[in-house]
């Protein structure tokens, strides 16, 4: 019994609320994880991995037809002036090495970065305009003359990334993906980043020389890694010399006793749900 039940006493702002995780049987399972967590918090998503042959078609299908999906999807006129906007704000702030923080809500995590990293420019960017008003840096930045490394941007992502490929400006060093459990249902799996359209702009045309991803769901962690090896594959096969190939680090655990980067670990770590981490490198690349 003993290997099918465990007590286990939590601490946190979640009593009561944890419950046994079950598999459900579908199309999509995690061959990657060997582990079995045996109870959850309120936040744990328990929907299985991409199927790997699944996976691999879609991101072979992604690649080969990135340039149709871009000439389908026009660029939205508020990402167009944000960018624009950006692009100015940039050249006046010197020639730092840039971060490029992802659907970066709130921007807790971008102001978080802004510490880590002094003599980086730190770019924030999130959709949503109620999110970005919450952090006070973002309500001033344009009447604000005080420096600041931290520059918050609201923008579509995927329009955002073409933009950035598209124009002059040197390519973020550092990618951050936080947002820890875009769209798990089965049924959406093409919308999260690994599966979507625009991936290869992320690995191909961005090409940091670090990107980071983070999620609470450990099958999404795996699934980016798969992904990213499947895309390996796809240039080494292209024979193109300007491919930029990346080395994926095993998944770990985000150490809970340091500071949360976001709101959403923030509950993570208060309620004792592990999050996790997976680092991409490009080969031969050095970052600060």
């Known amino acids: 019994w003993r290997d099918s039940l465990a007590l286990i006493r939590f601490h946190g702002k979640c009593p009561g609320r944890h419950h ?13 994880s ?14 299985e991995g991409v199927d790997p042959e699944v996976l691999d078609k879609t991101v072979h299908k992604h690649f080969e037809h990135l340039h149709r999906f871009l000439e389908a999807k026009p660029v939205a006129g508020h990402t167009q002036d944000a960018f624009c906007t950006l692009a100015s704000m940039l050249g006046s702030m010197g020639d730092a ?7 970066c809500g709130t921007g807790k995590s971008t102001v978080t970065l802004g510490k880590l990293y002094p003599n980086h420019i730190i770019v924030g960017v999130d959709r949503s305009l109620a999110r970005l008003t919450k952090n006070g840096i973002y309500r001033e930045q344009d009447t604000n003359s005080d420096t600041t490394n931290v520059v918050f ?17 040197p390519k973020p060093e550092q990618h951050y993906l936080l947002y820890p459990n875009p769209y798990p249902k089965r049924r959406r799996f093409q919308t999260r980043w690994y599966a979507h359209p625009a991936f290869p702009l992320i690995l191909q045309d961005m090409a940091s020389d670090k990107i980071v991803v983070r999620s ?8 980016f890694a798969s992904a990213t090896s499947t895309a390996n594959q796809i240039k080494l096969e292209k024979g193109d010399e300007s491919s930029h190939i990346y080395s994926c680090h095993l ?17 993570y770590f208060d309620c004792g749900e592990e999050c996790y981490e997976v680092v991409l490198t490009k080969a031969d690349a050095t970052t600060s």
Do not use: C, M
């Open 251 to 267: 998944p770990t655990v985000v150490d809970p006793t340091q500071p949360a980067w976001t709101n959403f670990e923030q509950k």
């Open 97 to 103: 090495p840039i971060i490029l923080d992802s659907g």
């Open 20 to 32: 046994l995780v079950t598999s459900s049987s579908s199309i999509f399972h995690s061959a990657r």
């Open 216 to 223: 609470n769901w450990k099958a999404y962690v795996e699934d």
């Open 34 to 47: 060997t582990s079995v967590r045996l109870f959850a918090t309120q936040y744990t998503i328990e929907e």
């Open 153 to 169: 941007v609201r923008a579509d992502l995927t329009d955002f990334w073409r933009l950035w490929t598209e124009s002059s400006l």
